[in-house]
């Protein structure tokens, strides 16, 4: 138990997984675990130990790179995959103001 009463495990746990519409969990899953396979980030090793335990496949990349403050880019199968925060798609130009509205309803509850 840490000094706030919250009892903590020591380690990060995938908690929630909101998608866009048109997405399917354990397809986004995979692409996103098997990407943050190459990471060594503490909240990669959640997210990919989250999928070996629903027991998705994660796939071979063939590339990846750290982008350090903004996140991981690979190249999986023919999908280019960008695991970040809003500063990466923003530097990319790649829209995400849809994804908004679903961030500010888990603010709220």
Do not use: W
Request: proline content about 2%; overall charge negative.
């Amino acid at each position: 138990m840490d000094k706030t009463g919250t009892i903590t495990e020591g380690r990060p746990m995938l908690t929630d997984f909101i998608l866009a519409d048109g997405f399917e969990r354990q397809e986004v899953l995979a692409a996103v675990a098997s990407v943050e396979n190459y990471s060594d980030h503490p909240i990669a090793r959640a997210v990919t130990n989250a999928a070996k335990a629903e027991g998705l496949k994660l796939s071979e990349a063939t590339s990846f790179e750290s982008l350090t403050g903004y996140g991981v880019r690979a190249t999986i199968g023919d999908k280019e995959i960008l695991v970040c925060g809003d500063k990466l798609l923003i530097k990319e130009g790649i829209a995400f103001e849809n994804l908004l509205e679903a961030e500010r309803n888990i603010a709220i509850g």
